[in-house]
Every structure is written in C-alpha cells, then in structure tokens.
C-alpha cells in the first residue's frame, strides 16, 4: 500500500505574515485595557521564561488566562474562533490557496502544525483556505474561569511528537515549510524544504543547516 504523503505547514510568518498570538494578545488589551492587571500579575514568571529561554506552556496559558478569564465556557470558545476571522483575509499571503491547491492536485495531504492554537488557527481559515486536511496546534481547555494550554506547547520539537502521535511514525514527509528556525527538527525531516520570508539572522542558520538545499519564497500579502 502507497503512503500518503505529507506536506507539513507552519502557520505564524508562513501561511500569514504576522504573529497570530500576538494580534490577539494587542486586540483584547485595546478593547479591554483592564485585563493588563491579570498580566502584570504573572510579569515575573513571563520575564523569567524570556530572559532564561524556558518552555513557554506556562508563559501561553498565563497569558491566555489574563485575556479571557471572567467570559462564559461557551462564549469564550466561540469567542477565540471569530476574534481573527473577519480580518484574516489581509494577514494571508496570496500565494497559500495556489500552493495548496498545487500540493493537492499532486495528491499531497496538508496539515497544519502550530503552536498557535488550534480554535483560532481554525476559525481563521474557515471559509477562506481549503485542502487542509488537518490542524496539529496547542491545544487549549477551560479552567479556573479562563482558557490555558491543555498540554505543552506545540513548537520545536514537540511538532514532531504531535505528528507521531497523531498520524504515526511510518509516514512519507513530502515537504515541510516554514520561516522560522524553531522549526528545524520539522523541515530537517522533510524530503522537500521550503523557506518563507525568514528574517536575515535565521536564512543564515538555514543556509549553514541546510547547505543551501532549500527553496526560498518570497511572499507577498494583499
């Protein structure tokens, strides 16, 4: 029996040009400036993770928490799914949809793999982006009146748990893309290598990783 291939996408500076987690982060704070105060709250513990280069579950379901604790269980599912849909169209580089419908006219399946969680990353492409076939993200749950991860977050090396986990280890790695270094241990498996508009500091560690072998895109939004 054929393997199904895979073609393995991230999704923050990949798919779209902007830090998802951050957009939402600066939105809620404009619309509702007192929840700082649950911030500043955890500011030790947040500025320990940046300085010391910690795992960031923690920093994420702090974070997460400050903006969304006091909002009804329901409300606030649903409130994560249509925070960015209404804008994403502009945060999209125009070249996703004919990629992806490249990749699956060639029989490829795609799949998503962020550490952005997977409400938001959904909403975002409903109704816009087709042929995913599945979204590997932070998975996020209800607790102590807010939202937090479920578990660690999906970055770096975690991805490739998530992905044996969830489709096993004897797949068929097509191709991996991203633009950030975090995910070398992603696109190091990969047959195919695709960079998308990195920052100068990390196509030099592609390039030094990679020897060169790889294919950079240059993208563009609307």
């Excluded at 975090?182 to 047959?191: C, F």
Aim: one cysteine or more; glycine letters at 4%; a positive charge.
């Amino acid at each position: 029996m054929e393997k199904i291939r895979y073609a393995f996408f991230d999704f923050d500076g990949t798919l779209i040009s902007k830090d998802s987690f951050i957009i939402i982060l600066k939105k809620i704070i404009a619309e509702e400036p007192y929840r700082l105060f649950f911030l500043l709250l955890w500011m030790p513990f947040l500025l320990a993770t940046a300085i010391f280069r910690l795992d960031k579950t923690f920093a994420k379901s702090a974070i997460l928490w400050s903006l969304t604790v006091g909002k009804d269980k329901r409300n606030c599912a649903q409130f994560l799914r249509n925070i960015l849909a209404t804008e994403s169209n502009s945060l999209f580089f125009e070249e996703v949809i004919p990629t992806f419908q490249k990749l699956k006219a060639q029989g490829i399946e795609i799949v998503i793999v962020t550490a952005s969680g997977q409400t938001w990353v959904r909403g975002m492409l409903h109704g816009k982006i087709e042929h995913v076939r599945m979204i590997i993200g932070s998975e996020l749950t209800f607790f102590a009146g807010g939202v937090i991860l479920k578990s660690k977050n999906c970055y770096q090396a975690e991805k490739i748990k998530r992905i044996e986990k969830i489709l096993g280890k004897n797949i068929e790695w097509h191709s991996g893309w991203s633009d950030h270094i975090a995910d070398l241990p992603m696109l190091s498996r990969a047959t195919e290598k695709h960079i998308i508009c990195p920052k100068k500091k990390h196509l030099k560690i592609f390039e030094k990783q990679f020897n060169r072998k790889f294919e950079l895109h240059l993208w563009k939004t609307k």
